[in-house]
């Protein structure tokens, strides 16, 4: 089955400062590769996803992510942090119709 | 056009009793899922179902059941709930051919005492 690791289960920044969230997964074929965004107390909102094509994919609010099979990874970038980028963000695989994983999460602090 | 609600959208349950959280989608979709998300681990599918009619078990089924008797109406069911049910429910649906790319309600969050 398919499995998504990200390792960093908070990270900070400076407003302003770059952002990268790493995203590993384990799939034996090409996966569905998908980051969502939650903020407090609401429901994922979908930012980007990758299913074929171009590698390096955009998404809202100026993410972008970057599939590199050889590494097995999809991780998520965003040039410049606003503070209201402040949330936590979710990496999942979809494999088949019916089986999508997501990683722990990662969240986001921003620091004025 | 509402998307994906949950209701309620909070609870708070006694070890035993019995409850239903309700997921309604306006968007006609074909493929509904509920999903628990506890502290460190993520979002982990419980229930999923296929159409109306259908369901089938995910990854963490056992002490839930679901029904689809409506194409737009996804319920799940907690006959007796016990502490390690509580977590935030989130109910997703999706279009057939859409890759698994799911649309989320806003959740529910139960504690069981």
């Known amino acids: 089955a398919q499995s998504v690791t990200q390792p960093d289960i908070h990270i900070t920044v400076s407003e302003g400062a770059s952002l990268e969230l790493r995203c590993n997964y384990s799939y034996g074929a090409t996966p569905y590769l998908f980051w969502y965004v939650q903020s407090p107390g609401q429901g994922l909102q979908l930012l980007l996803k990758y299913f074929s094509g171009d590698t390096l994919v955009q998404g809202i609010k100026g993410f972008e992510a970057e599939f590199k099979r050889s590494q097995s990874s999809f991780n998520l970038r965003k040039p410049s942090v606003h503070w209201s980028d402040a949330a936590e963000y979710f990496c999942a695989v979809g494999a088949g119709n019916n089986d999508m994983r997501f990683g722990a999460g990662t969240r986001l602090t921003v620091k004025p | 056009n509402a998307g994906v609600t949950q209701t309620p959208k909070f609870r708070v349950l006694k070890t035993g009793q019995s409850m239903t959280l309700l997921c309604a989608q306006d968007m006609n979709h074909e493929y509904m899922y509920w999903y628990r998300q506890d502290p460190g681990m993520g979002l982990r599918l419980i229930h999923y179902?296929?159409?109306?009619?259908?369901?089938a078990k995910g990854e963490v089924p056992d002490g839930y059941n679901v029904s689809r008797l409506k194409k737009q109406n996804f319920l799940l069911g907690l006959e007796s709930a016990a502490p390690s049910q509580t977590s935030v429910y989130f109910c997703?649906?999706?279009?057939?051919?859409?890759?698994?790319?799911?649309?989320f309600g806003p959740g529910t969050r139960l504690t069981v005492l």
């Open positions: 997703a649906s999706r279009p057939s051919g859409s890759n698994n790319e799911q649309f």
């Open positions: 179902s296929v159409g109306e009619g259908t369901t």
